[in-house]
Nanobody, 123 residues
C-alpha cells in the first residue's frame, strides 16, 4: 500500500520561505499525478499546486503563482513544494496527494493522501 509522508512545515515570518517534501513508501509513484492541497481552520480544503506524470505540466492556484513551485524527483519518490514570499493567509495544514484523475485541480482526482504538515506564517 502506498503511503505519503509530508515534512518541512513550521513557523515562518511573512516574506520567508519553506520547502515542503512528501515522500512515498510502499512503491514508486512515478506514474501518478501529484498535488498539494491546504486547509486553513474553518475553511474548505483548497487546491494549491499539481504536477503531472513526467513533470510535463504544472498547475497552480492563482494566489500562489509566482511564489510557489512544485517539483518532483521520481528517483527519490518525492514531491516538493518550494514556498517563498509567504503571507499570513498561506497559514494552513498542507497535504500532498497522488492520483490518476483528469482534473488536476480537484481533490476527487487523488486517491492517496498524506497526513498533513502545518505551515504557520506570522505577520
Amino acid at each position: 500500500q502506498v503511503q505519503l509522508v509530508e515534512s518541512g512545515g513550521g513557523l515562518v515570518q511573512a516574506g520567508g520561505s519553506l520547502r515542503l517534501s512528501c515522500q512515498t513508501s510502499g512503491r514508486s509513484f512515478s506514474s501518478y499525478a501529484l498535488a498539494w492541497f491546504r486547509q486553513a481552520p474553518g475553511k474548505e480544503r483548497e487546491f494549491v499546486a499539481a504536477i503531472s506524470w513526467g513533470s510535463l505540466n504544472t498547475y497552480y492556484v492563482d494566489s500562489v503563482k509566482g511564489r510557489f513551485t512544485i517539483s518532483r524527483d521520481d528517483a527519490k519518490n518525492t514531491v516538493y513544494l518550494q514556498m517563498s514570499g509567504l503571507k499570513p493567509e498561506d497559514t494552513a495544514v498542507y497535504y500532498c496527494a497522488a492520483g490518476y484523475g483528469h482534473n488536476r485541480y480537484a481533490a476527487e482526482s487523488y486517491d492517496i493522501w498524506g497526513q498533513g504538515t502545518q505551515v504557520t506564517v506570522s505577520s
